[in-house]
């Protein structure tokens, strides 16, 4: 099948960017998107030109290092699926489909569709963490954790830190991401020590790095792979105002 | 270029409420509980304005109740001075908050997407913004109008019946208090739905039960205020 592939081609981080339109044959339905990627990079690399620069990895849909804006969804037309277990079947040829990198001021453009997420990274820092060294892993019973409370906290570590919440968001908020790092701790026994500060601390942080606040349109999960609730940042809420109504 | 580091900031305040506004999550905060006391307000308001179906002597009897609530501790007018100024207080901090936000919000955003279907949020969480502008620019209106009196055919301070009757008599003047009803009915649809998101109350188990709170009552607002209006154009209340 032929599609038109519309792709952001910018060559650095302060070059100007625009959309180039490229046609390309041989994609087959069960391709991935990343995959059709790659057809038209290696035509790109036979015909003298430069390949499209995008972030992948391990595509299979776990490490959260694919991510574009694809007809202005994050991953895509499909639901629940990263960007790489997205399939060409997805898509109409008979439109362009328009390919974007993540847009927020945080994810500054490093070359054509990849940006640079390190800023996810600085909010972890900020307390995504457990000080308490615990040692070699405790005996699964020797701590009770409520089934309710285990499947919470599973959930909400299944995100994979892809951005895709922080590129849908209308605001350019990543009260998603944060708020499944705060709960996924937030809910086990180890995590209740630092519960309010650590929530305090990494809002902190995503607001100093430039991210928008959360108004609710639940646009980030709506576009989350790993289907993330957006109820997880009330519970966010409840831990940053709990740590912000009492002094350090 | 790369985020290196967090960008630094000023020292931590040392009061409560300078720490909740120098953060999002806590300007939210500041947006729901300021939003809760104007929809309170609205609740009462709307409650009060359905007297206007119980007769003249009833709706006028109410407004001079409300005049005279108090005395003598209170000053003539009191009461209502001191709910204005609480209103006052919190209208000024949820607008504060709101433009904020938005300004962040933009700056979050610098470069638009080329495309960019409709966002996948509700309509009323999609026009939150202009809507309360909406709302603000109405009350304006609606205090020159039934309060001041100046914009009232009839406009004579305590004779609320003659007022409102006088009024809605008018199709533009319901037509124009529709539009704001109607907005106001989005904006406590997504308000309240939003709020108590902002304030931590919605746990997963009380997501459906927060999403039905925040339509029932809206729906009810809506219907409340929109009746008398309708009643006085169609000869109900007269």
Same mark, same amino acid.
């Given at each position: 099948?032929?599609?038109?592939?519309?792709?952001?081609?910018?060559?650095?981080?302060?070059?100007?960017?625009? !959309?180039?339109?490229?046609?390309? $044959?041989?994609?087959?339905? $069960?391709?991935?998107?990343?995959?059709?990627?790659?057809?038209?990079?290696?035509?790109?690399?036979?015909?003298?030109?430069?390949?499209?620069?995008?972030?992948?990895?391990?595509?299979?849909?776990? +490490?959260?290092?694919?991510?574009?804006?694809?007809?202005?969804?994050?991953?895509?037309?499909?639901?629940?699926?990263?960007?790489?277990?997205?399939?060409?079947?997805?898509?109409?040829?008979?439109?362009?489909?328009?390919?974007?990198?993540?847009?927020?001021?945080?994810?500054?453009?490093?070359?054509?569709?990849?940006? $640079?997420?390190?800023?996810? $990274?600085?909010?972890?820092?900020?307390?995504?963490?457990?000080?308490?060294?615990?040692?070699?892993?405790?005996?699964?019973?020797?701590?009770?954790?409520?089934?309710?409370?285990?499947?919470?906290?599973?959930?909400?570590?299944?995100?994979?830190?892809?951005?895709?919440?922080?590129?849908? +968001?209308?605001?350019?908020?990543?009260? !998603?991401?944060?708020?499944?790092?705060?709960?996924?701790?937030?809910? !086990?026994?180890?995590?209740?020590?630092?519960?309010?500060?650590?929530?305090? *601390?990494?809002?902190?942080?995503? *607001?100093?790095?430039?991210?928008?606040?959360?108004?609710?349109?639940?646009?980030?999960?709506?576009?989350?792979?790993?289907?993330?609730?957006?109820?997880?940042?009330?519970?966010?809420?409840?831990?940053?105002?709990?740590?912000?109504?009492?002094?350090? | 270029?790369?985020?290196?580091? &967090?960008? =630094?900031?000023?020292?931590?305040?040392?009061?409560?409420?300078?720490?909740?506004?120098?953060?999002?999550?806590?300007?939210?905060?500041?947006?729901?509980?300021?939003?809760?006391?104007?929809? #309170?307000?609205?609740? @009462?308001?709307?409650?009060?304005?359905?007297?206007?179906?119980?007769?003249?002597?009833?709706?006028?009897?109410?407004?001079?109740?409300?005049?005279?609530?108090?005395?003598?501790?209170?000053?003539?007018?009191?009461?209502?001075?001191?709910?204005?100024?609480?209103? #006052?207080?919190?209208?000024?901090?949820?607008?504060?908050?709101?433009?904020?936000?938005?300004?962040?919000?933009?700056?979050?955003?610098?470069?638009?997407?080329?495309?960019?279907?409709?966002?996948?949020?509700? %309509?009323?969480?999609?026009?939150?913004?202009?809507?309360?502008?909406?709302? @603000?620019?109405?009350?304006?209106?609606? #205090? #020159?109008?039934?309060? =001041?009196?100046?914009?009232?055919?009839?406009?004579?301070?305590?004779? &609320?019946?003659?007022?409102?009757?006088?009024?809605?008599?008018?199709? %533009?003047?319901?037509?124009?208090?529709?539009? =704001?009803?109607?907005?106001?009915?989005?904006?406590?649809?997504?308000?309240?739905?939003?709020?108590?998101?902002?304030?931590?109350?919605?746990?997963? =188990?009380?997501?459906?039960?927060?999403?039905?709170?925040?339509?029932?009552?809206?729906?009810?607002?809506?219907?409340?205020?929109?009746?008398?209006?309708?009643?006085?154009?169609?000869?109900?209340?007269?």
């Amino acid at each position: 099948m032929n599609y038109t592939l519309r792709v952001w081609r910018q060559d650095g981080p302060a070059a100007e960017g625009r !959309l180039v339109d490229y046609e390309v $044959d041989g994609i087959t339905p $069960d391709m991935s998107f990343l995959e059709a990627l790659d057809l038209l990079n290696e035509r790109l690399v036979l015909d003298g030109e430069e390949p499209v620069a995008f972030d992948h990895d391990c595509r299979e849909g776990i +490490c959260g290092m694919c991510g574009l804006m694809i007809d202005g969804v994050a991953h895509g037309p499909q639901r629940a699926t990263t960007t790489c277990q997205l399939h060409m079947r997805s898509f109409d040829p008979a439109h362009p489909v328009v390919v974007e990198p993540w847009r927020a001021h945080p994810f500054p453009v490093v070359r054509d569709l990849v940006v $640079d997420r390190s800023a996810l $990274d600085r909010i972890v820092e900020a307390g995504g963490y457990i000080s308490a060294p615990t040692g070699s892993a405790p005996e699964a019973h020797a701590v009770p954790v409520p089934k309710p409370d285990a499947d919470e906290a599973f959930e909400s570590a299944a995100c994979i830190g892809c951005g895709a919440c922080v590129a849908a +968001c209308p605001n350019g908020s990543a009260s !998603l991401f944060t708020a499944a790092k705060v709960t996924h701790l937030g809910l !086990l026994p180890q995590g209740q020590p630092e519960r309010t500060s650590r929530a305090r *601390d990494m809002a902190q942080a995503q *607001d100093d790095l430039g991210f928008g606040g959360c108004t609710q349109t639940g646009e980030c999960t709506a576009v989350c792979p790993k289907g993330i609730p957006l109820e997880t940042i009330s519970r966010m809420n409840r831990d940053v105002l709990g740590g912000l109504l009492r002094s350090r | 270029m790369a985020l290196k580091s &967090v960008p =630094a900031r000023p020292p931590e305040s040392r009061t409560t409420v300078g720490r909740l506004w120098s953060s999002t999550v806590g300007k939210k905060a500041v947006m729901a509980v300021s939003g809760a006391v104007l929809l #309170l307000y609205v609740v @009462a308001h709307m409650v009060g304005n359905l007297k206007a179906f119980a007769g003249q002597e009833s709706i006028d009897g109410y407004s001079a109740f409300l005049r005279e609530f108090g005395q003598p501790i209170l000053p003539h007018g009191g009461l209502l001075w001191i709910v204005r100024t609480a209103l #006052l207080v919190a209208v000024a901090a949820h607008m504060t908050a709101a433009i904020q936000l938005a300004r962040r919000a933009r700056r979050a955003r610098p470069a638009g997407y080329e495309r960019r279907p409709k966002v996948q949020g509700s %309509y009323a969480a999609r026009t939150m913004r202009w809507g309360g502008v909406i709302i @603000a620019l109405f009350v304006v209106y609606h #205090l #020159l109008d039934l309060t =001041a009196g100046v914009l009232n055919p009839h406009g004579v301070q305590g004779e &609320v019946h003659s007022n409102i009757v006088a009024d809605f008599q008018r199709w %533009y003047v319901v037509l124009a208090y529709t539009v =704001a009803v109607v907005a106001l009915g989005f904006h406590l649809r997504h308000g309240i739905y939003s709020g108590l998101r902002s304030l931590g109350v919605a746990s997963a =188990a009380r997501a459906k039960a927060v999403k039905a709170t925040a339509l029932g009552v809206s729906v009810a607002i809506t219907a409340g205020f929109l009746s008398v209006p309708f009643a006085v154009l169609f000869g109900i209340v007269r």
